[in-house]
């Protein structure tokens, strides 16, 4: 038989015998262990009768009989015994013995990173004083330059009194020449301290290798973190304010008393003379400093709505007034025409305006949810409705409770003691029964009916009867459960797209996706066909891993601890991309 035969009939018996030529899944640890940690996602600390050591794919690196494993890095595992930091390299060979103090209170930068190998050395405690060594147990740096603190390439260092930098190799980058050097970036920028000429300290930043990235006529510098973003801000003598972003890089010049992130990633509210403006990068000014308040509006264009007085003024990127109005804008919408309509608050009350300041709702209403298809959400007294741009009432002012999707394609109106409505985006108005549960998606609404979850969509379809729980709907694909067991349907039609079931079932992710069957987990491909079986111990909850596989999938993470309640014994499955 000829090689090419051999290849045919081994392939052939992998498929029959549900192997596959590729591991989607993997025993990064098998379940085994007391406690599992991961140290960098593919090697794992584990513990085992009290004592710790290190896996890889299911290969025992270190052996447990470690006090603690406490870090990984720069391809050096740290390991603690007798309250002494050693180490040893991903091979298990051990580089340097237990011998430098594993816990030490030093007075030095909480980012210190001691007792981590960082691009080929690493700071430890030595004698009563911080040292830089590398792999093989050798000082980089004479004992003439104090360590003051290190992260990554950057080791701040003293010298006579003075400030400096050496890199990871100990290589003076920086001379001892500044009166401070103060992280602001963790490894990233820092400020530094300088006598002008006029003998008055002056500050300026300077990134990890470095390299002067402000020059020294700034008063002080603060550090802040928000959801875009860590920002610093950085103060002129004159009380100007620049704005710097974590890498040195200026986003915003000294020319305001007060500039600040906003929100969007392409916009800075700034302050002059107690008024407010919006500056975009490269130095844009979209609105003059001169409201009591500018806020940035993204619908499907970008408005900015300034306050000034009783006066509420949207602009558009052009700098340009659009609407005006003595109330307070609560949001933009464009109508079917693409026609531009204000949701304003007046006098506490809530109304619809047009750009050009006429009242299409004159302000009546309590509360506004949210607009679909041309029709707003709005509460009345304890009651909820619907209206359409001429204020004709589209649902009645007779539910408690009001729910809008997540994509503005549905409204849900329903009442414990009522009967429920849907409005949706093509204008159809959907009923369906009073419900002790209702939840709002996408573009589907799910109710409890005597214990079971119900299932319309705002094309109206309806899950059937014989759906007992219904699962992810995605690209075109429902999960759900009937007596057979799960299994995945066309979401449109509710049709079978396979005869297979299984014990558990999760959507598909990137072309594959994960089930259970028979105590196995299962990787289906988009047939339906399985391309991985891999046996779980019985005390494992495979509806939970499924969920999990397929939630860890779809964020990009690639793997999780998996116990065995039987044993009380934890592992970590690795999912191979």
């Not at 360590?147 to 003293?158: D, F, L, Q, T």
């Not at 305006?353 to 302000?363: M, R």
């Amino acid at each position: 038989m000829n090689k090419k035969n051999i290849f045919a009939v081994l392939l052939c018996l992998m498929i029959a015998t549900g192997v596959s030529a590729q591991e989607y899944l993997k025993w990064s640890v098998e379940i085994k262990y007391d406690s599992v940690q991961s140290l960098d996602g593919k090697y794992f600390a584990v513990k085992d009768n009290g004592k710790w050591g290190v896996v890889k794919d299911g290969k025992s690196i270190l052996p447990c009989r470690y006090d603690y494993i406490d870090a990984l890095g720069d391809d050096v595992i740290t390991f603690v015994q007798d309250g002494k930091a050693g180490f040893a390299d991903t091979e298990g060979n051990i580089l340097i013995e237990a011998s430098y103090p594993a816990n030490v209170d030093i007075q030095t930068e909480d980012k210190t990173q001691l007792n981590l190998f960082d691009q080929g050395s690493c700071i430890v405690f030595d004698n009563g004083e911080l040292r830089l060594i590398d792999k093989q147990n050798k000082r980089l740096l004479g004992d003439s330059l104090m360590i003051v603190s290190r992260v990554g390439n950057a080791v701040v260092i003293k010298q006579n009194g003075l400030f400096g930098m050496v890199n990871s190799q100990g290589v003076v980058t920086v001379e001892p020449q500044f009166l401070s050097l103060e992280t602001l970036v963790a490894g990233k920028l820092y400020a530094y301290q300088v006598h002008t000429h006029e003998g008055v300290p002056m500050s300026g930043l300077l990134d990890e290798n470095g390299t002067i990235m402000a020059k020294p006529q700034f008063e002080d510098f603060l550090t802040f973190t928000t959801p875009q973003g860590v920002f610093i801000k950085a103060y002129l003598p004159s009380g100007a304010q620049a704005l710097f972003s974590q890498e040195g890089d200026m986003l915003a010049q000294p020319l305001y008393q007060v500039i600040e992130p906003t929100k969007y990633d392409a916009f800075f509210s700034i302050t002059q003379d107690m008024k407010k403006g919006l500056l975009g990068k490269n130095y844009v000014l979209y609105v003059e400093p001169k409201y009591d308040r500018v806020d940035v509006v993204v619908r499907q264009d970008t408005f900015f709505v300034a306050y000034e007085g009783l006066t509420t003024y949207v602009l558009n990127t052009s700098n340009q007034v659009v609407a005006k109005t003595d109330g307070v804008v609560l949001d933009l919408i464009r109508n079917k025409e693409g026609n531009l309509l204000l949701i304003t608050e007046q006098d506490l009350s809530y109304g619809l305006l047009s750009s050009d300041g006429k009242w299409l709702i004159e302000p009546q209403y309590d509360e506004v949810l949210g607009v679909v298809n041309d029709c707003l959400c709005v509460r009345k007294g304890k009651k909820w409705g619907a209206v359409d741009k001429n204020n004709n009432v589209v649902v009645d002012f007779v539910y408690g409770k009001a729910r809008i999707s997540n994509t503005a394609e549905l409204i849900a109106f329903f009442d414990y003691k009522k009967g429920s409505k849907m409005l949706c985006k093509d204008g159809n108005i959907i009923d369906f029964p009073k419900s002790e549960s209702v939840l709002v998606f996408g573009n589907y609404v799910e109710y409890k009916n005597k214990d079971k979850k119900v299932r319309i969509y705002s094309d109206n379809r309806r899950i059937p009867d014989n759906f007992i729980t219904i699962g992810a709907d995605r690209e075109g694909i429902l999960v759900a459960k009937t007596e057979k067991g799960w299994s995945y349907y066309n979401s449109a039609k509710c049709t079978p797209l396979t005869d297979k079931t299984f014990d558990a079932a999760g959507c598909f992710v990137a072309g594959k996706a994960y089930a259970a069957k028979d105590g196995s987990l299962l990787v289906l491909d988009s047939n339906f066909e399985t391309m991985q079986k891999v046996a779980m111990p019985q005390g494992v909850n495979l509806h939970s891993i499924v969920s999990l596989l397929t939630l860890f999938g779809s964020q990009g993470r690639d793997n999780f601890t998996i116990k065995d309640t039987k044993t009380n014994k934890v592992g970590v499955i690795t999912i191979n991309k």
